[in-house]
Every structure is written in structure tokens, then in C-alpha cells.
């Protein structure tokens, strides 16, 4: 590639121009610029559209951006501007900036604290992904060639002194010109950067250099920071009085990526959830996520925290639901087929299925969802103890949605066969998310049949929450992860289902038309801590009865053990009254 360049008309007649080698100060002047023009057309595109001005207004402050950013840039690399240092920083920016410039084009996203975080803790599989050949040719011809031509130009630094004396003229012609700009388009400046803070998120490499550094704060030692413990205290109610012989098994399946608008027991025209339609399930309609993304939304929504008070790094510090579980004496288990629980599971049992996978139902380290349920009666028989089980699904995880679905289950065709979305059709990728949704409900089926099976050995329930939503082309956005205030509807509006044994609510005495007729009320993730208390009867002094969805639908506590009585009884089947399309 050398050799190549090197031979190149306008490289030699760079040399022939500097044969000393190129002055340090411009050098940073052109970087800055390249930076600019290269990598930050959707920032400027962005800015046009939200400033609201046309003609030689519009024209004039765009330049005045275009020059604000290019002197900054340049006052940035100017202060680095040492031997040994420039080259690799500047290399590093110009590859780091081309892949963070291709994915927020092709997915039309924003790099903040939490995308990054969610590149941090994907795991090889996912990366691979999302890796094609569009996005190595973009990197190649504007990330690889021109930080190889920055390697093979010789710069001219100049003497100690006259470093200096360029660092200090420099900041002192960039206060000038930033002086000079905010005199004439403060109010415009202020304006737009205070009532729209997300455009920070598109300004190549500010956004993904302030993410990594935000990400990576939460990982410093904090002095002042002690492992808070939660529900140390927790206690099984009155409603486990009665003795039984039966083991109270409550599944929590966490979802991936589902979005409920896509939903039909929710309304959606496609037959995307016939099995669960035909159970006794109860459909919540109106349910937010915590996030936009997993590495938020799980944690979150294990939290006793709600979102709005949420910090992932103090969460780090703080038990959580399984904890409080724990505390009160059941035996919990995280069953991963995913990334990973992100922090959740790290003090109670945890399985992957990449560790010990399915043979039938995995290949090239990857595993479909009903491999969560291999051997899954052992694991739960091998304790006398009830027991929570945590389920994390693979679930809808895009971009590559045709590789979550086995071939029987791929019902709506054509569906997009690449993970490079910009080459299907709003259709075709629409046809490939759905399938996934058809294949969750068909995993979620297996879930609640395994259990009924086993109803004279457990009284069980299941929830189903996904952790966040999808964007599939709406308002040109792809994929996830928007930052939460500005995300639509897609990415936070997920499903939350419910499914409980005869056994289980006649064991907690629960009146499911109650739970129906709360179907469409709003609640969501912030929900679910107090409410898997309630459904459980876990008493703690942490409890709020006011987060828990069960609140008002449990008889009192005296008529508990009546009604478990009469759940050993034959009875017949009610017909449900949840499979309605709202």
C-alpha cells in the first residue's frame, strides 16, 4: 500500500512541495478538516435542518459551524502535536472515526454512553454480525488509506521553542475566531445546542471520545462507594402458610429486541403470536422499557430504582431483584442465550447456553431460544428449594434477524438474508423481524406447555418483558439504541406478558380478571421489582405496593389458604378472556 501511494502524482507532488516534510501546523489543519468533511455530514445535514434559516443566513452560519469546529479540531491536535504522539492519535481518530461514521449511516443512529456500552459488552458473536463488506470498504478508502498516508508523511515539528510558539499562537487565533463567530451567532449557538443536546451525539469524534471516557468512569474505584445490600430482610408471606407439595416455579423470560407494536394478541395484523393466543395469558398493552438498549434496560429493569433515577455505574454497587429473591430463600438462576445479564446474575447461578449447547438446536456457537429449555426439568429438580428462573433470549436481535429463526418458523417471505440492511426493503425486513416474533411466540408456548405439564409437581408462572424495542425503517431509523428522550415509540414500547398456573393463583390467591382489567393501563419496567415481590409474597421493608401491578388483585390474606384447598380439587378450564385483539 506503500509502494502504492508512493507512486501516486498528488503524493509526490506533496513531497516535492515539502521535502523537509510537512509542517506540524498544517498538518493539523488539514486532519481537522478531513475529520470534518468526511465524517460529520449527518451533523451538518442536522444542523441545517433545526436551525430554520434559508439562503445566505443559512449559508453564513453554516460556514461559522464548519469553521467553530474546524479551529477546535485543530487547537485539539495542535496541544498533542509531539513526536511519537500526533501520528498514532491521529490514526487511531481516523480508523475509530470511519467505523463510527458507517453505522451511524447505514442505521441511522447516534453514538452516546450507552451504544457504546452496548459495543463494550456484545460478545464476538454479535460483532461479527454486523460486520459486511460495505462496512470494510468504508473503513479502507476513509479510515485505512488515509492513516496510512499519515504514517508515510514525514512532519516537521520544528525546535522546542518553535512548538510552543505554534501551541500558543494557535489557541490564541482560535479564541480570536471563536470570539469573533460568537459575536455574531451566540444566541443561535445557544439556541440550538441547548434545546437540541442529542446533536452532540453526531459530531465525529467528539461523540464516540466523550462516550468511551463517560463509559469508562463508571469502572474507576470509587472511595466513597460501599456495596449496598437490599431486602436483607426479605420473608415469605402468609400465603405460604400452607404447606404444599408442590414448588412454587416462577420463570421470568427477558426478551430481546420485541417490539409489541408487532404483536398480534396486541392488535397487529400479522398472525406473528398464535400460540400464546390460544393460552390464558394476560397481555399488557401499554408497557415502556427502562432503555433503549440491553445494557441499560436489563440492569434497570432489576433495579429497585426507577428509570429516571437510574445510574448504571452506582447500580454496579447495588443488589438487585434475584438478590432480594435470594434473600427470602428461593433459588435463582440465570439461563443465558445472549451476552450475558450484564451485571444482574453476577451473585446467583448462572448458565450459558454457548457453554453447554444443544446440539440439535445450536451450530457455529450460536443457539436458537428453545435451548434454554434443554434439560431444564433436571436443573430445577436437583433443589428441594422454590425457584426463580431467568430466561434471557436471543430473541429478535437484529441487524441479522434471519439467523434467530429456525427454517419452519421463517413463515413471511421474502425476508432480508443480510445483516446490511440498507439493501432490503422496508418488506423484506419487516418479513424477517416478524418471523422472530412468530418464533418467540412458539418458545414462549413451550415455556408455559412445560410447565402445565408439571402442574402435580409445581405451581408455576411466567413473565415475559422484552428489554427494549426495534426501529424497522420508521422516520429512516434502524436497529436500537437512541437516546431515550428522543426514541420512538418502537424502541420503548414493549410487551409484557403474564401467564399463571390454576395451582400458583390459588396458592397466592391472585384474581386474574382483575389483572385483565388493568390490561391497558401504563406501567412498565420500573414496575417489575415490587411487582415480582407481590406476585411472590416476598415481604420486605423495601417493598412498594404502589410499583406492584398485583396491587389490589390478591384476595385477603385469611382466604389464602381456602383457596388453596380447593385448587387440589378437579376443575374445569374457564375459557379465557384475554385473547381479544385490543
Given at each position: ?5 508512493s507512486?501516486?502524482?498528488?503524493f ?8 523537509a ?8 489543519l ?26 445566505i443566513?443559512?449559508?453564513t ?41 458507517y ?10 454512553k ?6 463494550m ?14 462496512v470494510v ?16 508523511v ?25 470570539g ?9 449557538y445557544?439556541?440550538?445546542f441547548?434545546?437540541?443536546r ?31 445490600q ?7 408471606g ?5 404447606v ?19 404483536f ?12 400464546l393466543?390460544?393460552e390464558d395469558?394476560v397481555?399488557?398493552?401499554n408497557f ?5 438498549s ?7 429493569m ?46 446467583v447461578e448462572?448458565?450459558?447456553?454457548s ?17 434454554l429449555?434443554?434439560?431444564l ?23 441479522a ?7 419452519e ?18 418488506g ?20 408455559i ?7 402435580n ?5 411466567m ?20 437516546p ?10 414493549v ?7 390454576d ?23 420500573d414496575?417489575?421489582?415490587d411487582s415480582?415481590?407481590?406476585m ?18 390478591r ?5 389464602v389458604?381456602?383457596q ?18 385490543l
Open positions: 500500500m506503500q509502494r502504492i501511494l507512486q501516486r502524482p498528488e509526490k507532488l506533496f513531497l516535492e512541495k515539502f521535502p516534510g510537512c509542517p506540524s501546523w498544517l498538518f493539523t488539514l486532519v481537522s478538516a478531513y475529520l470534518l468533511i468526511a465524517f460529520n455530514g449527518s451533523f451538518f445535514t442536522t444542523v441545517d435542518k433545526l436551525h430554520g434559516m434559508s439562503g443566513e443559512s449559508l452560519f453554516m460556514v461559522s459551524i464548519f469553521i467553530f469546529f474546524w479551529v477546535l479540531f485543530n487547537l485539539i491536535l495542535t496541544l498533542v502535536a509531539v513526536p511519537y504522539v500526533l501520528k498514532p492519535i491521529t490514526i487511531f481518530i481516523l480508523l475509530a472515526s470511519s467505523i463510527a461514521t453505522f451511524m449511516h447505514a442505521y441511522n443512529i447516534m453514538i452516546d450507552s451504544m457504546i456500552q452496548n459495543l459488552e456484545t460478545d464476538l458473536q454479535e460483532s461479527q454480525e454486523l460486520l459486511n463488506l460495505s470498504f468504508y473503513v479502507l478508502f476513509k479510515g485505512l488509506l488515509p492513516a496510512v498516508l499519515v504514517w508515510m514525514p512532519i516537521r515539528y520544528g525546535s522546542i521553542l518553535q512548538q510552543g510558539l505554534i501551541k500558543t499562537a494557535t489557541a490564541l487565533i482560535t479564541v480570536l475566531i471563536i469573533v463567530v460568537a459575536m455574531f451567532f451566540y444566541q443561535d445557544a439556541s440550538l441547548r434545546n437540541h442529542y446533536i452532540r451525539n453526531l459530531i465525529v469524534p467528539v461523540n464516540y471520545m466523550y462516550s468511551l471516557e463517560s463509559y469508562a468512569k463508571q469502572f474507576l474505584p470509587k472511595s466513597d462507594m460501599a456495596f449496598k437490599l431486602a436483607t430482610d426479605a420473608r415469605l402468609s400465603a405460604w402458610n400452607n404444599s407439595d408442590r414448588k412454587v416455579v416462577a420463570v421470568l423470560v427477558v426478551g430481546e429486541t420485541a417490539r409489541s407494536a408487532n398480534s394478541l396486541n392488535g397487529y395484523q400479522r398472525e406473528t403470536t398464535p400460540a393466543e390460544a395469558i397481555s399488557f398493552t415502556s422499557s427502562c432503555g433503549t440491553t445494557a441499560v434496560s436489563v440492569p434497570c432489576f433495579s429497585i430504582k426507577g428509570r429516571s433515577d437510574f445510574e448504571n455505574s452506582e447500580e454496579r454497587y447495588t443488589e438487585n431483584l434475584l438478590d432480594a429473591l435470594k434473600h427470602a430463600g428461593f433459588r435463582v438462576l440465570w439461563r443465558d442465550n445472549n451476552s450475558g445479564c450484564k451485571g444482574v446474575c453476577d451473585r448462572f448458565e450459558s447456553t457453554r453447554h449447547p444443544a446440539p440439535s438446536l445450536c451450530e457455529d456457537g450460536e443457539c436458537f431460544d428453545m435451548a429449555l434443554d434439560s426439568e433436571q436443573e430445577i429438580d436437583a433443589s428441594d428449594k422454590n425457584t426463580v428462573i431467568v430466561l434471557h433470549q436471543k430473541g429478535s436481535h437484529g441487524p434477524y434471519f439467523l434467530r429463526v429456525p427454517k418458523f421463517q413463515k413471511y417471505q421474502p425476508q432480508c438474508h443480510t445483516n446490511q440492511l440498507q439493501e432490503c426493503s422496508r423484506e425486513i419487516t418479513n424477517a423481524y416478524d418471523n422472530t416474533i412468530l418464533y418467540t411466540d412458539h418458545f414462549l408456548s413451550e415455556v406447555q412445560f410447565l402445565k405439564q408439571r402442574s409437581k409445581y405451581d408455576a408462572s413473565i415475559y418483558v422484552s428489554d427494549h424495542g426495534e426501529s424497522l425503517g420508521e422516520h429512516n431509523l434502524y436497529l436500537h439504541g437512541i431515550y428522550m428522543l426514541a420512538p415509540e418502537e424502541q420503548t414500547h410487551p409484557f406478558i403474564l401467564w399463571m398456573a395451582g400458583f393463583t390459588s396458592r397466592f390467591a391472585i384474581d386474574k380478571e382483575c389483572l385483565i382489567n388493568k390490561r391497558q393501563d401504563h406501567f412498565s419496567q414496575n417489575l421489582f415480582v415481590l407481590g411472590l409474597d416476598v415481604e420486605t421493608g423495601i417493598y412498594r405496593n404502589d410499583r406492584d401491578i398485583f396491587n389490589g388483585c384476595a385477603p390474606s385469611n382466604t389458604i381456602a388453596q384447598s380447593a385448587s387440589s380439587a378437579p376443575q374445569q378450564k374457564a375459557p379465557s378472556t384475554t385473547q381479544e385483539k
